[in-house]
């Protein structure tokens, strides 16, 4: 009988949000339509976000085509990276890419990163039993370098 390891086998867990990380992921609005209009106000407080955010730590953005990395390249500074990948909305814990890690310490209070591992934008090998959407999301586990997706 052959057996399947799920990440849960294998001691994967999805850290919480307070764990320490390497970046936070987040993505830009795009589409007027979702926001019923006030796509402009909702990009001036998630630059606001983003700029504080990203002058302590690094900043992983997900842009949904030119137009909204345009965008947000003329609002935002500081130490944020862009990734160019079709997704449904900002709060990427809903949309996004999952992140887990394999706790090391006593009752799994430290997150470290993974070698070897890859991010939602990365090329490393992700394991067989992990999938990606059309979009290039993985679609059931991804391995996170300790970030986490807001």
Known sequence: MER??????LGFRMPPEWAPHAATWTAWPYDDEKWQG???????????????????EPVELVVHDEESE??????????????????DDLWLRDSGA?????????????????AGSSTAGGES????????????????WGFGSSTRAS
Do not use: K
């Open 125 to 140: 090998t992700l394991p067989s039993w992990t999938t990606r959407c059309p979009c290039g999301w993985p679609t059931f």
């Open 4 to 9: 399947t390891l799920t990440p849960r086998a």
């Open 98 to 114: 999952m992140f887990v890690a394999r706790p090391s310490g006593e009752g799994g209070s430290s997150w470290p990163p993974l």
């Open 38 to 56: 006030y796509l402009e106000p909702v990009r001036q407080e998630l630059a606001g976000f983003v700029n504080t955010l990203a002058r302590f």
């Open 70 to 87: 345009r965008d947000a390249r003329a609002r935002l500074n500081g130490n944020v990276r862009f990734h160019r990948i079709p997704h």
